[in-house]
């Protein structure tokens, strides 16, 4: 039985990823990319990875399904014309295709199976329960705290494609709701809801399901939601509150890891006594650091929402 | 046992309605009866499957989580339904 | 029970299967999207079973697909606005909704 729930699984994957690059029209390809952003979240839930799954379920089916349909919508405005749809095989991508699937399949068997490495004995001097935290905050921090670093350089990237007129405006679209309409209580039932349920899964990731940056793009959709109904006034770059909150986490990692060697230890290397309050505040801070950069992503830059036709 | 028989008949229960919701989508002649048919499987197919489960849970929170989760599912169902149909009501355009 | 949990899962996988069909054939947009909306109906049933099956702690993924539910429909609705930002209910309809569904009802058999 397990066997046929994985295959139908495995065959509704292929199915939406085929049908998502397959036949033409931009508009159903975005939304066969959504429900296969929900199919992957099962898949993860199956194979055990409820991280993985919780961050595929708020990335996959929330906030990309919100980008790509008003970048979708965007362009229709903009009355831009998508290229000819061609029909015939495109045989350079074919051939680049076949020769990343060769590859892969052959790296696939050719490399000796890994072993999971056995974080058993560590796992007390992590200062966490949750194997998947201790190592992203403390075995291998040096990603995670590059990979915050990433993201605000992505956000960084966006705003600089604003005009110079509109670097003082307010970020994203002038987005409007009736007044006690269906969206506008919308906007106000949510975001309490995901509020509470962010900080849970922040609060509960170091034991359990959750984490910094489920948490935090939790926190980024509902927030969304609050701007989109015009519930929540839109930022300012100007703004010092939030240009403090997108280098919070960043910042707080950077100074736990140099406390770190300047107490004699190595950079970013974690006290066992002290590791689970430090793992904490870090987790806290990207959290914050996290929502703002990628609900701020998905809004876009200042004057979006004035464009010369 | 008891719990066991609910469970299988809710859940039942539950399967047809998403199916039922399933075959409106496909069978009904337009837009806002498909509508329709959606959200039946959206708010009684997802109640049915949670109360059905509700009877194997282990703890009160998990019987907590379970009422949230349809609770939150009934306020989305509610919202989309409302506002697709409305915006299916305002567009002229078909397809890109 | 186990095996009736994955026969559950199953029938709801095949029941969102269908409606795949149906954001393949559209023909509205307003179609597509709201197949997509009973994928992710679908996908918190399938979460909440496959909690009782292997793990509760998938009980806050489905909590989390349920709460973003939503969200994809709102950022369609508000694309589909003049100036893709506002609220479909505050626009007037563009034609008597017999005419709106006289045109979703294009979809003859041939």
């Given at each position: 039985?397990?066997?046929?729930?994985?295959?139908?699984l495995?065959v509704?994957?292929?199915?939406?990823?085929?049908?998502?690059?397959?036949?033409?029209?931009?508009?159903r390809a975005?939304?066969?990319?959504?429900t296969?952003?929900l199919?992957?979240?099962?898949?993860?839930?199956?194979?055990?990875?409820?991280?993985?799954?919780?961050a595929?379920?708020?990335?996959?089916?929330?906030?990309?399904?919100?980008?790509?349909?008003?970048?979708?919508?965007?362009?229709?405005?903009?009355?831009?014309?998508?290229?000819?749809?061609?029909?015939?095989?495109?045989?350079?991508?074919?051939?680049?295709?076949?020769?990343?699937?060769?590859?892969?399949?052959?790296?696939?068997?050719?490399?000796?199976?890994?072993?999971?490495?056995?974080?058993?004995?560590?796992m007390?001097?992590?200062?966490?329960?949750?194997?998947?935290?201790?190592?992203?905050?403390?075995?291998?921090?040096?990603?995670?705290?590059?990979e915050?670093?990433?993201?605000?350089?992505?956000?960084?990237?966006?705003?600089?494609?604003?005009?110079?007129?509109?670097?003082t405006?307010?970020?994203?679209?002038r987005?409007?709701?009736?007044?006690?309409?269906?969206?506008?209580?919308?906007?106000?039932?949510?975001?309490?809801v995901?509020?509470?349920?962010?900080?849970?899964?922040?609060?509960?990731?170091?034991?359990?399901?959750?984490?910094?940056?489920?948490?935090?793009?939790?926190?980024?959709?509902?927030?969304l939601?609050?701007?989109?109904s015009?519930?929540?006034?839109?930022?300012?770059?100007?703004?010092?509150?939030l240009?403090?909150?997108?280098?919070?986490?960043p910042?707080?990692?950077?100074?736990?890891?140099?406390?770190?060697?300047?107490?004699?230890?190595?950079?970013?290397?974690l006290?066992?006594?002290?590791?689970?309050?430090?793992?904490?505040?870090?987790?806290?801070?990207?959290?914050?650091?996290i929502?703002?950069?990628?609900a701020?992503?998905?809004?876009?830059?200042?004057?979006?929402?004035?464009?010369?036709? | 046992?008891?719990?066991?028989?609910a469970?299988?008949?809710?859940?039942?229960l539950?399967?047809?309605?998403?199916?039922?919701?399933?075959?409106?989508?496909?069978r009904?002649?337009?837009?806002?009866?498909?509508?329709?048919?959606?959200?039946?499987a959206?708010?009684?197919?997802?109640?049915?499957?949670?109360?059905?489960?509700?009877?194997?849970?282990?703890?009160?929170?998990?019987?907590?989580?379970?009422?949230?989760?349809w609770?939150?599912?009934?306020?989305?169902?509610?919202?989309?339904?409302?506002?697709?149909?409305?915006?299916?009501?305002?567009?002229?355009?078909?397809?890109? | 029970?186990?095996?009736?949990?994955?026969?559950?899962?199953?029938?709801l996988?095949?029941?969102?299967?269908?409606?795949?069909?149906?954001?393949?054939?559209?023909?509205?947009?307003?179609?597509?999207?709201?197949?997509a909306?009973?994928?992710?109906?679908?996908?918190?049933g399938?979460?909440?079973?496959?909690?009782?099956?292997?793990?509760?702690?998938?009980?806050?993924?489905?909590?989390?697909?349920?709460?973003?539910?939503?969200l994809a429909?709102v950022?369609?609705v508000?694309?589909?606005?003049?100036?893709?930002?506002?609220?479909?209910?505050e626009?007037?309809?563009?034609?008597?909704?017999?005419?709106?569904?006289?045109?979703?009802?294009?979809?003859?058999?041939?």
């Amino acid at each position: 039985m397990t066997l046929a729930l994985d295959l139908a699984l495995c065959v509704l994957i292929l199915g939406v990823a085929l049908a998502s690059v397959a036949g033409g029209g931009v508009f159903r390809a975005v939304i066969f990319f959504i429900t296969y952003g929900l199919f992957v979240a099962m898949a993860w839930a199956r194979l055990g990875a409820l991280d993985v799954a919780l961050a595929e379920a708020a990335i996959g089916a929330g906030l990309t399904g919100v980008l790509l349909l008003a970048a979708l919508g965007r362009l229709r405005r903009m009355n831009a014309t998508s290229p000819p749809h061609r029909t015939g095989l495109h045989l350079p991508a074919a051939f680049a295709g076949a020769a990343l699937a060769c590859a892969l399949g052959w790296a696939w068997f050719a490399l000796p199976a890994p072993s999971p490495p056995d974080l058993g004995p560590v796992m007390p001097q992590s200062g966490v329960g949750n194997r998947v935290t201790a190592v992203l905050l403390n075995f291998r921090a040096w990603d995670t705290l590059l990979e915050s670093i990433v993201l605000l350089a992505a956000l960084l990237g966006v705003w600089m494609l604003a005009q110079d007129k509109d670097w003082t405006a307010p970020l994203g679209p002038r987005y409007h709701a009736q007044a006690g309409g269906v969206l506008a209580s919308f906007g106000r039932l949510l975001p309490p809801v995901g509020l509470a349920f962010g900080v849970y899964l922040v609060w509960a990731g170091a034991d359990s399901t959750g984490g910094a940056f489920q948490g935090g793009t939790v926190l980024a959709a509902v927030g969304l939601v609050a701007l989109m109904s015009n519930v929540m006034r839109p930022p300012r770059v100007s703004q010092g509150v939030l240009r403090a909150a997108l280098v919070l986490g960043p910042a707080v990692f950077l100074c736990a890891g140099l406390l770190a060697t300047a107490s004699g230890g190595a950079f970013l290397s974690l006290s066992p006594a002290l590791a689970k309050p430090v793992i904490l505040t870090i987790e806290v801070a990207l959290t914050i650091s996290i929502a703002v950069t990628l609900a701020l992503l998905v809004i876009g830059a200042s004057g979006d929402g004035e464009y010369a036709p | 046992m008891m719990a066991d028989l609910a469970t299988y008949v809710l859940t039942a229960l539950g399967l047809v309605f998403f199916v039922a919701g399933t075959v409106g989508l496909l069978r009904f002649p337009d837009t806002f009866s498909r509508l329709h048919a959606l959200t039946k499987a959206d708010n009684l197919g997802l109640g049915f499957i949670a109360l059905g489960i509700a009877f194997q849970t282990e703890t009160w929170a998990q019987l907590a989580m379970l009422a949230l989760i349809w609770a939150l599912a009934l306020l989305a169902a509610g919202t989309v339904a409302q506002l697709v149909a409305r915006a299916a009501l305002a567009t002229t355009q078909e397809e890109e | 029970m186990t095996v009736w949990l994955h026969i559950v899962a199953l029938g709801l996988l095949a029941s969102l299967g269908g409606a795949l069909w149906r954001v393949w054939r559209g023909p509205s947009q307003a179609d597509r999207m709201m197949a997509a909306q009973l994928v992710g109906t679908g996908g918190v049933g399938v979460m909440v079973v496959l909690a009782a099956l292997q793990d509760w702690g998938l009980l806050v993924v489905a909590f989390a697909l349920a709460l973003l539910a939503g969200l994809a429909a709102v950022g369609f609705v508000q694309a589909q606005t003049p100036d893709g930002a506002g609220d479909p209910e505050e626009t007037a309809p563009s034609r008597p909704w017999k005419d709106a569904l006289a045109a979703t009802q294009a979809e003859k058999k041939p």
